[in-house]
């Protein structure tokens, strides 16, 4: 789900890596990864043809193109045995002979003796979010265990990254951080918000961006090609937060290759994501959890009640903190950052330090999404479904949660102009499939709470749902998901990948420590 936050066989064919990966070992003196030059090469071809999807299944037009690492990597980051390059897909799917956009791609060769045939294939939450630049993080203590048995595909899904097909907005975050500078009515600060994505809009259109292509479907088409290109059969797909949007609509319209599933903190596709109800639902839960708490219940009574306060206090005056003007809607934004961004035992002091004037109030910072692509799949997927039942899903939430539901409103702005094309039927129905698949999903999870988890699970009759308590959707700054941040998580869905039909071993959950709280 998009959200606005301050951070933020795997023998490869044999043939694709002994030729690929020779001499792609890190170049340490020069701080980044070297790669041998396999694009368009014979090994590549062979691969495609001999294990790929269907060996030439893919349109004519895609094709994979190699590169330096360099160009490809976040700068500083070095991996060892990685192959980087661009894949290049379809712009629109339907129209396969059209218009072309690359999708850069990092394949990490398995560390293992033994690797297995099937590839992990990463998918990154947002939607806007770049899964290359996440490598960084994922790369410490995730992927090194999953390449001893398996290779590892991390590429950035169309509209997200760096590249020249990237549908950043940076009118968007740059007006974002004006309003914050202004005391400012919220009407005020959403009609620049909205203003500042039709310039961004003029843009993209301008240059000939086809803004109703940048879609979970779309994106999903992009794997297939993608694992093709790189001449894999059979894969495993890793979806985390809005990723596993994208897993889904891989299990729903490509369900022939993949081998099983791993949703991280799961977004459900039927139905209206509201951010204030979802807000609103992760608030509550942190205050039951701190209430029951003998230590925290004491410390920090009345929590609900001295937020709504503090939040009215602000609105009906603003107060000016460094370069910002802390409104109270901006206050409640802030600390939902901070649950969502740091660790929630922090959360109860802050709001009681808030309120006594012992720290300054918090406000929510505009984060490094593709803001374009943001709003492509919000109003292909979101928008069009749920418009008319808008105002009455937010009258159902309490004060002074309300006030959360200005990204459901700046969506209303957006998408009337943002996208033409009409909406698909299919993307508001739930994905039934029978293929394996283990959910993941934090009991504090301050933006895909799980009721999302136990919805998508009616619907695989393979399933198996794991709930970690006193866990939310980011568990370490900057982690995102459960299974970056928690070893019983990591422990579980290496299990699971291992061997996708059997029961997974939950005693772990056991030593997860409860909330310190401050």
Not at 29 to 35: F, H, N, P, T
Not at 230 to 252: D, E, H, I, K, W
Not at 299 to 305: A, M, R
Not at 365 to 370: D, I, P, R, T, V
Request: charged share 20%; glycine share 10%.
């Amino acid at each position: 789900m998009f959200i606005r936050t301050s951070s933020s066989g795997a023998v490869l064919a044999v043939s694709l890596f002994s030729t690929a990966i020779s001499g792609c070992a890190a170049d340490e003196s020069q701080g980044r990864s070297a790669v041998a030059n396999v694009g368009g090469g014979s090994g590549w071809n062979a691969a495609a043809s001999s294990g790929g999807a269907g060996g030439g299944g893919s349109s004519a037009g895609v094709h994979l193109r190699s590169g330096d690492c360099s160009d490809v990597l976040s700068p500083g980051l070095t991996v060892v045995d990685a192959s980087c390059g661009w894949v290049t897909v379809p712009e629109d799917h339907r129209a396969r002979d059209g218009k072309m956009i690359e999708l850069a791609v990092v394949a990490l060769k398995a560390t293992g003796s033994e690797p297995r045939k099937d590839p992990i294939v990463f998918l990154a939450g947002g939607p806007g979010e770049s899964a290359i630049d996440s490598l960084g993080r994922w790369n410490r203590e995730v992927v090194p265990r999953w390449r001893e048995t398996r290779d590892v595909i991390f590429f950035d899904q169309r509209g997200t990254g760096q590249g020249r097909h990237s549908l950043g907005c940076f009118e968007y975050a740059n007006q974002f951080a004006a309003n914050l500078s202004q005391n400012l009515t919220r009407t005020e600060d959403l009609d620049n918000l909205v203003a500042a994505m039709k310039t961004c809009h003029e843009r993209l259109t301008d240059r000939g961006v086809d803004l109703g292509a940048y879609t979970s479907a779309q994106s999903a088409a992009d794997v297939v090609d993608v694992m093709s290109a790189l001449g894999y059969g059979s894969f495993n797909l890793v979806g985390v937060s809005y990723g596993t949007r994208v897993a889904l609509t891989v299990m729903r319209d490509a369900p022939q290759q993949v081998r099983s599933v791993v949703l991280d903190s799961p977004q459900a596709i039927a139905g209206h994501i509201l951010f204030a109800k979802d807000a609103e639902h992760a608030f509550k839960a942190l205050f039951t959890a701190c209430a029951a708490d003998a230590k925290c219940g004491e410390t920090y009574p009345n929590l609900e009640s001295t937020l709504a306060d503090t939040v009215q206090k602000l609105d009906d005056n603003p107060i000016q903190v460094g370069a910002y003007f802390a409104t109270g809607t901006r206050y409640l934004f802030g600390v939902w950052e901070r649950m969502h961004q740091w660790s929630f035992a922090s959360i109860p002091r802050l709001i009681m330090d808030v309120a006594s004037g012992k720290a300054s109030p918090p406000v929510g910072l505009a984060g490094s999404f593709a803001f374009g692509m943001s709003y492509s799949v919000l109003c292909s997927e979101e928008y069009p479904f749920d418009a008319a039942t808008h105002e009455a899903d937010v009258a159902s939430v309490s004060s002074p949660y309300t006030k959360l539901d200005q990204l459901d409103f700046e969506t209303e702005g957006v998408c009337p102009f943002w996208t033409k094309r009409p909406a698909d039927p299919k993307e508001d129905q739930d994905v039934v499939s029978d293929l394996p698949a283990l959910l993941l999903t934090g009991s504090l999870d301050t933006v895909l709470p799980s009721y999302y988890a136990d919805q998508v699970a009616e619907r695989l009759s393979k399933s198996q749902t794991v709930r970690l308590e006193g866990l939310g959707h980011v568990t370490e700054r900057p982690r995102v998901g459960v299974v970056d941040g928690v070893e019983c998580a990591r422990e579980i869905a290496r299990a699971f990948l291992d061997a996708p039909t059997e029961a997974v071993d939950t005693r772990c959950l056991e030593g997860i420590a409860p909330i310190a709280w401050e």
